[in-house]
């Protein structure tokens, strides 16, 4: 996987509010390492497919929605290493749609299934069903939310050498967060659901650390630091938005020339901006965010947005960046 951005940058943001309350905001551009294995999905893979390897295993199969992010990009990874790929879909509808196209394109069989069936994904017997169509292949959760995720999570924070009060994360699977906790030589970490009624995600990070523990590769005696998650911005749900968050995006793209995408890093900069106007924050902090990625999402939340003459203004500007290779 050659064009890698790494280790990714870590800019400082100049931004009104965070002037006005002497907050120092920076991020870190996770969303530069990769044009389709973008943001945090390249950080889920890498030791997967090193497993994948390892293992000899012959194939990979992964879950995920029909615009999924995680199947594009493990799609491609699969590609570039020339082993096959199954990516199974959600809902058994007959449609399409760029991020399908290209996942064909790569060569990968899309293996749509009911909603229904698809709950039902991390069933042992469901799994050992695919385990028998498909010998030898490693199986990926969705999202990328295994141990190797973490592990290639906890490699963000290796990257990191300041000193920073608050690191601050979006969240889906929690993977990216536990491996950003377990990365830890940060005094607190602030996770920000995507979903509505995010606050079982920290049962996700709990796991994950209870896993980590017992795992060769991660054990550490090391004493995780403090962690919290603020449940407050999720706009409605996951996928959702609000014209607020919309007309905030574009503003903090105009104040700042950073892209975020509307489903995870504009609901996190939004709630990190918020904190700061409410004293949550505290001036004189130093505040890390990680941009994941997720760019690539921006053309099709627009097509949905025009229809309520709601728009992202950047889609022109970030679509250079973002394209989907030609295969
Ligand atoms: C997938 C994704 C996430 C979610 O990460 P988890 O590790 O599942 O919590 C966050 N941000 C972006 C941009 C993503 O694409």
């Not at 790929?85 to 058994?92: F, K, N, P, S």
Request: proline letters at 5%.
């Amino acid at each position: 996987m050659s064009e890698m951005q790494l280790p990714s940058r870590i800019q400082p943001v100049q931004h009104p509010v965070f002037s006005a309350f002497g907050v120092e905001v920076f991020m870190k551009r996770d969303d530069e390492i990769h044009p389709v294995i973008s943001g945090n999905k390249w950080r889920k893979l890498i030791y997967n497919f090193e497993a994948l390897n390892e293992q000899g295993k012959t194939g990979v199969l992964t879950f995920g929605g029909a615009f999924s992010n995680h199947l594009a990009a493990t799609a491609y990874a699969a590609h570039v290493h020339g082993v096959p790929m199954v990516a199974v879909v959600r809902g058994d509808e007959d449609v399409t749609n760029p991020t399908l196209d290209f996942i064909a394109k790569t060569g990968a069989e899309i293996k749509r299934i009911s909603r229904a069936s698809y709950a039902q994904k991390n069933d042992a017997e469901f799994i050992a069903n695919l385990e028998k169509l498909y010998p030898n292949f490693l199986i990926i959760p969705e999202g990328g939310a295994n141990l190797a995720g973490v592990r290639g999570c906890i490699d963000i924070m290796k990257e990191v050498d300041g000193d920073f009060d608050l690191i601050a994360c979006p969240m889906g699977s929690a993977t990216t967060f536990s491996g950003l906790v377990l990365g830890g030589r940060q005094p607190s970490f602030l996770g920000f659901p995507a979903v509505k009624g995010g606050a079982y995600l920290s049962g996700h990070v709990h796991n994950f650390m209870h896993a980590a523990k017992r795992s060769k590769r991660l054990a550490s005696s090391f004493t995780p630091p403090a962690w919290q998650l603020c449940t407050d911005y999720h706009f409605g749900g996951f996928g959702k938005v609000k014209p607020e968050l919309i007309q905030f995006m574009n503003v903090f793209w105009e104040e700042t020339g950073i892209p975020l995408d509307p489903v995870y890093t504009g609901k996190m900069m939004f709630g990190l901006v918020d904190l700061i106007k409410k004293g949550e924050i505290k001036t004189g902090q130093n505040v890390l965010a990680i941009h994941t990625g997720g760019l690539q999402g921006i053309k099709g939340m627009n097509e949905r947005l025009r229809k309520k003459n709601l728009e992202i203004a950047y889609e022109e500007a970030v679509a250079a960046a973002f394209t989907f290779p030609r295969l």
